[in-house]
């Protein structure tokens, strides 16, 4: 494809895609990063209702539940510890807060729930496993007049939540993958890395890429392979691929650095290293930060905030004072590119220099919240049991 032809398409689409993106002189990588309102917010092409929640409105203390699908990576145990801080910084508004964790397993996670009702709990705050299983008993809860906020994931009935926290995983798909077709000059072989087969993040994500990568006849994909958001599991896929398709991957589109950084270990154990891997996306994991300043590869890294624990039991406090809240709140997410690969398209608000933490171990999530010291291995919360 002419590069004038797809610079043409390019201008048309992001237009399309993201709502003509806000990467303007005042969020470009000159600053420190982008502080402004939500993109993910101000990009969403739906509408975004404002719930009046007077109806469950009631005196402190609140006795608040909390049901986690599990926490079988690092960016789930750093969200979850973004939950716990939260519970312990509003220690005065909250009588008890029950967590419970399903482990992945659907099944246990609605006895789970079901356990909390039990318990009288004020609201429910829920991490639900699949799309589909939890949606029923989410809407019986809510039936019940216990209000429901979903964070991370949410179920496929809006009547299943009053408030729904994330961090737009269309809008990180959808960058990901316009950096990913620009950095490919329109033309090229890829793989895609989707996360949990089932989990919304995961399925948003792959469908949002799907949808600009399709745009693009020149852009041919390989292969889709669910990975768990497992380092390990990353790097096993990722090396029975090359396997399979050598030299021919132009591009590896990973919807988190979690899997991500197990793909980029594949290639120099496969004895590709330096500026010869492929071109990854994948934010999140502070080694895969590391491994694409190290090798210098081209990268696009966007983190799906693990703060959204943190606006969760606000989001969740402020249904229980009768405050008004959005149907869906976004938080926003960082763009972190190192010089010379940004594109037309998708600037950097960070460059990767700036942003990967190199006094801080590989395991470190980005984006926490949760300070300047924050350490996964000996963290700890006092929040009220």
Not at 175 to 201: C, F, N, R
Request: aromatic share 10%; glycine share 8%.
């Amino acid at each position: 494809m002419k590069l004038s032809k797809l610079f043409s398409i390019t201008c048309i689409k992001v237009f399309f895609l993201c709502g003509a993106l806000a990467f303007s002189a005042g969020t470009h990588a000159d600053s420190a990063s982008y502080t402004g309102q939500s993109r993910t917010f101000l990009w969403n092409p739906d509408f975004n209702d404002i719930v009046d929640t007077s109806q469950y409105k009631k005196d402190p203390p609140y006795v608040v539940g909390f049901s986690n699908a599990g926490v079988a990576d690092g960016w789930l145990v750093t969200f979850k510890h973004g939950v716990e801080w939260a519970a312990a910084e509003n220690r005065e508004r909250i009588e008890k807060f029950i967590i419970t964790d399903a482990n992945w397993d659907a099944d246990k996670q609605i006895r789970d729930i079901q356990d909390l009702l039990n318990q009288d709990i004020d609201i429910l705050l829920v991490n639900p496993v699949t799309l589909e299983a939890l949606d029923p008993v989410l809407r019986r809860t809510m039936r019940s007049d216990v209000p429901v906020v979903s964070v991370v994931r949410r179920v496929k009935s809006d009547e299943a939540f009053v408030s729904f926290v994330t961090a737009s995983d269309t809008a990180l798909a959808r960058l990901s993958a316009q950096w990913m077709v620009e950095t490919l000059g329109g033309s090229g072989k890829i793989v895609l890395l989707p996360g949990q087969a089932g989990a919304s993040p995961a399925e948003f994500r792959l469908r949002a890429a799907k949808e600009v990568f399709g745009q693009y006849p020149d852009i041919e994909i390989l292969s889709v392979q669910y990975t768990d958001w497992s380092p390990a599991k990353g790097k096993e896929v990722m090396a029975t691929l090359i396997q399979a398709h050598g030299g021919e991957i132009d591009g590896v589109w990973a919807d988190s650095g979690l899997q991500g950084s197990g793909s980029v270990e594949a290639f120099i154990n496969a004895g590709v290293s330096g500026k010869d891997i492929p071109p990854h996306t994948g934010g999140d994991l502070n080694y895969m930060y590391q491994l694409a300043h190290e090798h210098g590869f081209p990268f696009c890294g966007i983190d799906y905030t693990a703060a959204i624990g943190i606006d969760g039991v606000r989001i969740a406090l402020d249904v229980l004072e009768g405050e008004q809240v959005p149907t869906r709140f976004d938080l926003n997410f960082q763009v972190v590119i190192p010089e010379g690969h940004e594109t037309t398209s998708i600037k950097a608000d960070v460059w990767l220099r700036d942003y990967v933490r190199l006094d801080k171990p590989g395991e470190l999530i980005m984006g926490h919240g949760l300070g300047e010291d924050y350490d996964p291995q000996t963290f700890t919360a006092n929040y009220p049991r």
